[in-house]
């Protein structure tokens, strides 16, 4: 019964992978899952950790694909450059040539001032220190 119902709220409702407007003009995503706050939608905190379990194994999969060197790093190193991943998209090891060519070759120091020279690093508040302090020491921020 499932799978049949599954089908038929899809043929009624559509199924749209990124947010929309419904008829009403609430933001709605998947298959009719409201999730604009001002009608009470949104989602529950197991989808939300859901989600974020996928964002981070693409992460993970992207920076293995990438960085053949990302293996070895210690975990506080790896969680750096996950989070870094995961804020800019994977995009950013082509932006950040040289920070990314120092921390591959242990010049833990280099990688870390190249991040704080960046915009991104202007941008993110408390996060820019608290992953520069990672890369550099490779120990957790206090």
């Known amino acids: ?5 599954r089908q038929q709220l899809i043929d009624h409702e559509g199924l749209k992978l ?3 407007r419904d008829s009403l003009g609430y933001l ?3 298959v009719g899952r409201l ?3 001002r009608r009470g939608g949104g989602i529950s ?3 939300a950790m859901y989600l974020l379990d996928n964002d981070i194994a693409e992460c993970i999969g992207e920076l293995r694909a990438r960085l053949p060197w990302f293996v070895r790093e210690c975990e506080v190193r790896q969680r750096a450059l996950v989070d870094l991943t995961f804020n800019m998209g994977p995009g950013w090891l082509s932006k950040f040539k040289n ?3 120092a921390w591959a070759r242990g010049d833990y120091e280099g990688a870390a001032r190249g991040l704080e020279r960046s915009l991104w690093f202007r941008q993110v508040g408390r996060r820019g220190p608290r992953i520069v302090h990672m890369v550099r020491t490779g120990q957790e921020p206090t």
Not at 1 to 5: K, Q, S, T, Y
Request: charged fraction near 25%.
């Open 1 to 5: 019964m499932i799978d049949a119902l």
């Open 35 to 37: 999730i604009d706050g």
């Open 99 to 101: 920070t990314v060519a």
């Open 45 to 47: 905190r197991d989808e």
């Open 28 to 30: 709605t995503i998947g």
């Open 18 to 20: 990124s947010a929309y």
